[in-house]
């Protein structure tokens, strides 16, 4: 594997909504962002032949989405009232408004998501918020994929959200036999399915406005990598209650 990297830095203020603590008061960062993009193989002809990509193009799509943010003020939206928005635009003050907690793992995301809009082969993203304290959103995050059979929305039959409206993925594979399963056609290892990764499962979650998340199958604990894929819809600003079934 081939690994580009560089690095672009911006200062901010920001606060965080709702927190406990210093980072509550209006403050300012000095962040850095490291992002790397990867290929196989490097190209083969043209301008970019034995390059993974032209070292500018990546080095100057990072700079221009930081300096976007560079000498702002990030708040979350609905964090501020109207008239204190208003009142900071009308004193001229540079204001960036995002529909997330401006925190150093939204800003990895963001990052990741903007340079992927671009058509960069992102590998990861680190973001610092101070010279110690970074956040790495790895790759294995977006290139892991799950062997997903089917996906719906219905009403939970059981457990402690019985009544509730819910969202069900269902995974490939079970390593047992019970005579009252009626889902024994998704437990053969090959079973059609669509391989769908944590970023792409949490896009169709957003889609329908689900709070409540059943893992199922077959076994989905048999799912490799399945931790990473909890962890991810337990971590989104959904506040989903994850429930895994078997």
Not at 156 to 184: H, P, V, W
Not at 237 to 244: A, E, P, S, T, W
């Amino acid at each position: 594997m081939y690994i580009l990297e560089t690095e672009q830095s911006f200062d901010s203020a920001h606060f965080l909504s709702g927190y406990e603590g210093k980072c509550s008061n209006l403050h300012g960062h000095r962040w850095r962002v490291v992002a790397r993009i990867a290929m196989d193989e490097l190209n083969k002809e043209g301008q970019t032949r034995d390059m993974v990509i032209d070292f500018g193009d990546f080095k100057n799509a990072l700079k221009k989405l930081t300096d976007a943010l560079d000498h702002s003020f990030i708040f979350e939206t609905g964090s501020l009232k109207e008239r204190t928005v208003a009142a900071l635009k009308d004193e001229g003050f540079l204001l960036h408004e995002v529909p997330f907690r401006p925190t150093a793992e939204q800003f990895s995301r963001y990052f990741y998501e903007q340079l992927k809009g671009l058509n960069f082969p992102v590998y990861d993203i680190s973001v610092y918020e101070t010279p110690t304290n970074l956040f790495h959103l790895p790759g294995g995050f977006f290139m892991i994929t799950y062997p997903v059979v089917e996906k719906f929305v219905s009403i939970n039959g059981e457990g402690q959200k019985a009544g509730k409206i819910a969202a069900f993925i269902r995974m490939r594979g079970c390593n047992l036999a019970c005579n009252y399963c009626d889902t024994s056609w998704a437990n053969t290892k090959d079973c059609p399915c669509e391989f769908l990764s944590a970023e792409e499962l949490i896009t169709w979650l957003k889609e329908h406005s689900i709070e409540n998340v059943t893992l199922t199958g077959g076994e989905p604990l048999l799912t490799e990598e399945i931790a990473p894929l909890i962890e991810a819809l337990g971590s989104t600003d959904l506040n989903l209650l994850v429930d895994v079934r078997f």
